[in-house]
T-cell receptor
Framework: KAGVTQTPRYLIKTRGQQVTLSCSPISGHRSVSWYQQTPGQGLQFLFEYFSETQRNKGNFPGRFSGRQFSNSRSEMNVSTLELGDSALYLC????????????FGNGTRLTVT | TQLLEQSPQFLSIQEGENLTVYCNSSSVFSSLQWYRQEPGEGPVLLVTVVTGGEVKKLKRLTFQFGDARKDSSLHITAAQPGDTGLYLCAGAGGNTGKLIFGQGTTLQVKP
């Protein structure tokens, strides 16, 4: 079974630009979560999608948005990029269930200059 | 706000030593998951503990869930350089409905 695929792996953008990151979950997984990882803050939850609906949202500004398509693939968008948005963005897929583990992709490393 | 505090944040030891990483919270979780993340990769699940007092072993790694389901520990016996990485604990089933991650413990095992 193919794992979670995130594209692109690396991205360099300048302040004020916008960016779209993509995530393809494991086949059969309908839940997709996004996390931001930085050395200072650790893994911070962005949002979770299930069957094209946002089910949960973290404490991030409205510049961070996402969506999920009917094939469970997901995208997240960050508009008006700030230097502080530089981070590793991780996507994870899972099956429904309270204790279901997350299967992470290898992330997209975003650098904002 | 639910928080999971991991300690220590950094650990640098020699090959063959033992170590314990702690994950503590004031909140009750339905389960605790432990992940390991290596540079350039996403976290990978090591184990899930569900029952209070539960102990699970994965080769030289021993995981324990506290009786009250508020804390967990990871003990590594005779650490190897291949154990190097970022260890993350994550609590599930809290009142937020999402998985809460600790800050992580960076382990370096020197040969």
């Amino acid at each position: 079974k193919a794992g979670v695929t995130q594209t692109p792996r690396y991205l360099i953008k300048t302040r004020g630009q916008q960016v779209t990151l993509s995530c393809s979950p494991i086949s059969g997984h309908r839940s997709v979560s996004w996390y931001q990882q930085t050395p200072g803050q650790g893994l911070q939850f962005l949002f979770e999608y299930f069957s094209e609906t946002q089910r949960n949202k973290g404490n991030f500004p409205g510049r961070f948005s996402g969506r999920q398509f009917s094939n469970s693939r997901s995208e997240m968008n960050v508009s008006t990029l700030e230097l502080g948005d530089s981070a590793l963005y991780l996507c994870a897929s899972s099956v429904p269930g309270l204790n279901s583990p997350l299967h992470f992709g290898n992330g997209t490393r975003l650098t904002v200059t | 706000t639910q928080l999971l505090e991991q300690s220590p944040q950094f650990l640098s030891i020699q090959e063959g030593e033992n170590l314990t990483v702690y994950c503590n919270s004031s909140s009750v979780f339905s389960s605790l998951q432990w992940y390991r993340q290596e540079p350039g990769e996403g976290p990978v699940l090591l184990v899930t503990v569900v029952t209070g007092g539960e102990v699970k072993k994965l080769k030289r790694l021993t995981f324990q869930f506290g009786d009250a389901r508020k804390d967990s520990s990871l003990h590594i016996t005779a650490a190897q350089p291949g154990d190097t990485g970022l260890y993350l604990c994550a609590g599930a089933g809290g009142n937020t409905g999402k998985l809460i991650f600790g800050q992580g413990t960076t382990l370096q095992v020197k040969p």
